[in-house]
């Protein structure tokens, strides 16, 4: 039984598409892309050298919004939205914590998941009316899912590498070291890959299925530039390969010992220009 039918690829597209967009539309709006959990000391603390009971606070981190918890009171939650007006490093405040540095510099990532997700609702768009219609549009959508996979993966890559940097200078610079700070990353981030994963495999599917249901040779040259003109050519001299060896036969020549077809086709060569 033959699994890869049109109807199952088109059903298979259909649904990797739909879970590739809403895995990407739920990484973007949630808010656990991040968990870091950091000790705080006052400035007047820090100066001075006194010893005094070390508090911890945790932070979840999306690409909108942060949510702030102190471990002595986790009834507590104060979340606010992540500003993308003020520009800046947060390196240059000595007493500034790690976490809201990282989220200072994990801004410039998020306008490529935000991407992603516009071309994975893009690329459905096209793969539906494609393959409603069984035109090229079902292609379109096929270089969309990849486009879009890309973009995503190209954002993680700049998200995780903000991160560590910052991390490693705040361990470089800090007397503590990195006692005082962790991190580790949300199911949020994770959806997002699971979103990558889901738009991969559609663009494969969609453009698998736009050349199963164009396999034909005249079908080919649509795709391929320069093709009709190599069948056109081929049309007009059939037996431009054509010799009497039955190693180098022209396919339409089923019998070897036929030579028939050999001389046939050497009777309908074009006569030769002499001067």
């Not at 292609?139 to 996979?149: D, R």
């Not at 590498?161 to 199911?187: C, H, L, P």
């Not at 199963?212 to 649509?222: F, I, L, V, W």
Request: with cysteine.
């Amino acid at each position: 039984m033959n699994l890869c039918t049109v109807y199952n690829l088109t059903v298979l597209s259909f649904v990797l598409g739909a879970v590739s967009v809403g895995l990407f539309a739920l990484a973007v709006s949630t808010d656990s892309w991040l968990l870091t959990r950091e000790s705080l000391s006052s400035p007047k603390e820090a100066r001075t050298n006194v010893t005094a009971k070390v508090m911890w606070i945790r932070v979840w981190t999306g690409l909108w919004r942060l949510c702030m918890v102190h471990e002595e009171a986790p009834d507590f939650i104060n979340c606010m939205a992540i500003s993308y007006e003020e520009m800046g490093t947060g390196r240059g405040e000595t007493f500034s914590t790690t976490s809201f540095a990282i989220i200072v510099t994990t801004r410039r990532a998020v306008t490529l998941p935000v991407s992603s997700l516009i071309l994975a609702v893009t690329g459905v768009i096209f793969s539906v009316v494609g393959n409603i219609k069984k035109d090229v549009k079902s292609l379109v959508g096929g270089v969309l899912f990849i486009l879009s996979g890309l973009s995503l993966a190209v954002g993680m890559i700049l998200y995780i590498s903000a991160i560590n940097d910052e991390v490693g200078y705040r361990v470089s610079t800090s007397k503590q070291g990195g006692g005082g700070f962790s991190y580790e990353y949300g199911w949020s981030f994770f959806t997002a890959g699971f979103g990558f994963l889901a738009s991969e495999m559609a663009a494969v599917v969609t453009v698998t299925l736009y050349l199963k249901r164009n396999s034909r040779p005249e079908d080919m040259a649509r795709i391929i530039p320069g093709l009709e003109d190599k069948m056109t050519d081929d049309l007009e001299y059939p037996c431009e390969h054509v010799s009497s060896s039955s190693t180098d036969r022209h396919p339409f020549c089923h019998s070897e010992r036929d030579n028939a077809c050999f001389h046939l086709c050497r009777d309908l060569r074009p006569p030769s220009v002499t001067a």
